[in-house]
């Protein structure tokens, strides 16, 4: 089981690392005005979200074999599973906004995609401290 938890770590680490990184790019596409500039930002966009989904099912189907491996239970896995939904459905959400960029759709701001950035920071912090610490 260790080998187990050491690639689900693996596997979320390098999720998150998309996750921290795709919004960012949304934040220049949605500044750029140069039309190579936008078809650079809109493949930069696509690649990164088809890299990163595979490292997603593989973090979440390891998390699954762990916690049915484990059997562990208690309020804090209950939140630390409510948050893994919550950031399926951001990642989710972020293929979604490709798919506005690359239809050159989008009518937000850099504004709002820098506040969108920091979304996976919270969620991540959040996992941690309920993983660690389990406070409840």
């Not at 921290?20 to 934040?27: D, K, S, T, W």
């Not at 919550?86 to 490709?98: A, P, S």
Request: charged share 15%; aromatic share 16%; glycine share 6%.
């Amino acid at each position: 089981m260790l080998w187990i938890k050491a690639f689900h770590i693996i596997f979320v680490v390098s999720w998150f690392a998309g996750l921290f990184y795709l919004p960012r790019i949304f934040v220049n596409h949605a500044m750029a005005t140069e039309p190579a500039e936008i078809e650079r930002l809109k493949l930069m966009e696509h690649k990164l979200y088809r890299f990163m989904a595979p490292l997603a099912i593989l973090a979440l189907i390891l998390g699954l074999w762990l916690w049915l491996g484990y059997g562990i239970g208690g309020g804090w896995m209950h939140a630390k599973l409510a948050l893994v939904v919550l950031l399926i459905g951001y990642h989710l959400y972020c293929g979604q906004l490709v798919k506005v960029f690359a239809a050159d759709k989008n009518s937000r701001s850099h504004k709002f995609y820098r506040f969108f950035n920091e979304a996976p920071v919270l969620i991540l912090m959040a996992v941690t401290i309920l993983v660690v610490v389990k406070p409840f």
